[in-house]
């Protein structure tokens, strides 16, 4: 299963960070894997990239976190959203494959 964790500073989606695998399909053919893949790197290379915030991106084996400031936070929201959005319907969709949860942070500058 993917442990999608979501934090949140007040009001503000200030980061995420996803392990795991899907196990509907066998690895490199699970679709759930690929689509959760590509949403994520898509919402990291738009804050990174796009937005030029400095995000605190950190990639390991089978695990990715991506923390934004509170000011940068703001300016991200509308990808933090659309990926919390896309992952619940993924988790709805493709049941017992995804796990979405949201975490309150308070030290976050």
Do not use: P, R, W
């Not at 990926?83 to 493709?94: F, G, Q």
């Amino acid at each position: 299963m993917i442990q999608a964790d979501f934090f949140k500073t007040g009001e503000l989606l200030s980061g995420f960070s996803l392990s795991g695998h899907a196990g509907y399909d066998d690895y490199g053919h699970d679709i759930v894997c690929a689509s959760v893949t590509s949403a994520v790197q898509m919402t990291a290379n738009a804050l990174t990239e796009v937005l030029k915030l400095k995000a605190d991106v950190s990639v390991g084996e089978n695990v990715i976190q991506v923390k934004l400031s509170k000011q940068d936070a703001q300016e991200g929201q509308s990808f933090l959203q659309a990926l919390l959005l896309h992952l619940n319907i993924l988790a709805e969709d493709y049941e017992g494959t995804i796990k979405v949860n949201l975490s309150e942070v308070y030290n976050n500058a």
